[in-house]
């Protein structure tokens, strides 16, 4: 079974520049998460979708970051302008609820993004 | 609000040593508790969960005992192998019917020497 993909799997750019990152969820989960992961903050909750719809994005840094799921399978988180201290690894998980909040999620490889 | 508190790291063993990560949370209600695994330059992995009080979640040798009376949920193995060297996370799900959004510790970094 394929599990969450996550493309690029690495992201080299300069400050200025707009960044795509994209995810495609396990197909069937109904949920998709993009978490954000540093040493200095760990791992972060930036922002969830249920049924392609937001529920949740207060963990958007600020306004220079976006995400959008325009179907089932497939979602972006966006960069623009990108800055140096969005360099982190960026983490997609899905997971399917079935009614329930125990049902785990499984997550992608991630992207690491560098900003020069 | 929620929130999860890990054992800090780095914890380093020797190999068959017995290991302790040891994880405490803060919510109401009845959450249900996770540990995740990250090996080297890939994704989080579920490792093992428990929905209620006193269940004992394990997989690969791991195990964790989910204490309500303590509010905690301690990851233990009896024998450690190099293979284990990863960063361990410890985390919670609690919200209405279908809301899956995890609060996750600060994670552990396990080292295993030979």
Redesign the interface.
Known sequence: DAG?IQSPRHEVTEMGQEVTLRCKPISGHD?L?WYRQTMMR??E?LI?F?NNVPI?DSGMPEDRFSAKMPNASFSTLKIQPSEPRDSAVY?C?S?L?R????????????TRLSIL | GNSVTQMEGPVTLSEEAFLTINCTYTATGYP?L?WYVQYP??????LL?A?KADDKGSNKGFEATYRKETTSFHLEKGSVQVSDSAVY?CAL??????????V?G??TRLTINP
């Open positions: 969450v949920y998460f760990g791992l909750l969830y249920n949740d983490f998980a997971s609820s009614g329930y909040s125990n049902q785990p999620q499984h997550f992608g490889d991630g | 249900s996770f330059g890939e994704g989080l992995q579920l969960k929905t996370f799900s609690k919200g209405v019917q279908g809301a899956q959004k995890l996750f600060q994670g």
